[in-house]
C-alpha cells in the first residue's frame, strides 16, 4: 500500500477558478512534506517544504496546509491560470538515522487541467 | 546556468541490449539519485550517490548500475534492458541529501522504451 495517497486523481477546472488537493501520509517518523509541481514532459520542481511545525506556507497562488496530528495535507491553488495545468506530486520525507538519507514517499499526483 | 542534464532525451532500444542514461550537474552538488517514474506509480528511487565513489541502492535496484567516478556525473546503465523497464527516468541532485529542508533538483527526465 502506498504511504502518500492523493485526491483527487485529475480535475478539471475553468481558468479563475481555485482548486484544492489532498494529501494524506502514514510515512513515519514524519520529518517534512514537499509539494512538487510537474508539467508534461518535465521534471518536478519544489513548491514547498514543510516541517510539522508549520501549518500553512504560500509560494504565489499556492498555499500548502500541514495537519501533522491527522498526516493530512492540501495544496491550495488561488485563481487558477492555464500555466497551473500539471501534475502536483505530494511527497512526505521520513526521517533516517543516516545524515541527509531521509526517505522519501512519493505520490502518485493530481493532475490538473485548467480550461479557458 | 545549465543546472541538471541528462541525456538523450529519448531513446529507443531493443530487449537485451545495454543503454546508460547520463545524468550532469554543474551546481557541485553532493547527493544525485535516479528515479524512474511509471503510471500508476510515484517516483521510485533505484540508486543514490552520497559523494564521488559512494552509491547506494534504492528501492528498485534490480537490472541497474551505477557509477560516480566526478562529482558531476552520475549515469545509470540498464546491462541488458527488458520490457518492464520501459519508463521516464529522472536524474536529481541535492547539495546536502533530502533531509530537513535539502531541496532536489530535478532533471528533464529521459524517456526509454525497450522493445
Redesign the interface.
Known amino acids: 500500500k502506498n504511504q502518500v495517497e492523493q485526491s483527487p486523481q485529475s480535475l478539471i477546472i475553468l481558468e479563475g477558478k481555485n482548486c484544492t488537493l489532498q494529501c494524506n501520509y502514514t510515512v513515519s517518523p514524519f520529518s517534512n512534506l514537499r509539494w512538487y509541481k510537474q508539467d508534461t514532459g518535465r521534471g518536478p520542481v519544489s513548491l514547498t517544504i514543510m516541517t510539522f511545525s508549520e501549518n500553512t506556507k504560500s509560494n504565489g497562488r499556492y498555499t500548502a496546509t500541514l495537519d501533522a496530528d491527522t498526516k493530512q495535507s492540501s495544496l491550495h491553488i488561488t485563481a487558477s491560470q492555464l500555466s497551473d495545468s500539471a501534475s502536483y506530486i505530494c511527497v512526505v520525507s521520513a526521517r533516517t538515522q543516516i545524515y541527509g538519507n531521509n526517505r522519501l514517499a512519493f505520490g502518485k499526483g493530481n493532475q490538473v487541467v485548467v480550461i479557458p | 546556468d545549465a543546472g541538471i542534464t541528462q541525456s538523450p532525451r529519448y531513446k529507443i532500444t531493443e530487449t537485451g541490449r545495454q543503454v546508460t542514461l547520463m545524468c550532469h550537474q554543474t551546481w557541485s552538488h553532493s547527493?544525485m539519485f535516479w528515479y524512474r517514474q511509471d503510471l500508476?506509480?510515484?517516483?521510485?528511487?533505484i540508486y543514490?550517490s552520497?559523494a564521488a565513489d559512494i552509491t547506494d541502492k534504492g528501492e528498485v535496484p534490480d537490472g541497474y548500475v551505477v557509477s560516480r567516478s566526478k562529482t558531476e556525473n552520475f549515469p545509470l546503465t540498464l546491462e541488458s534492458a527488458t520490457r518492464s523497464q520501459t519508463s521516464v527516468y529522472?536524474c536529481?541532485s541535492s547539495e546536502?541529501?533530502?533531509?530537513?529542508?535539502?531541496?532536489?533538483?530535478?532533471?528533464?527526465?529521459t524517456r526509454l522504451t525497450v522493445t
Open positions: 547527493y500508476g506509480h510515484g517516483l521510485r528511487l543514490y552520497a529522472f536529481a546536502f541529501g533530502t533531509g530537513d529542508f535539502h531541496e532536489q533538483y530535478f532533471g528533464p527526465g
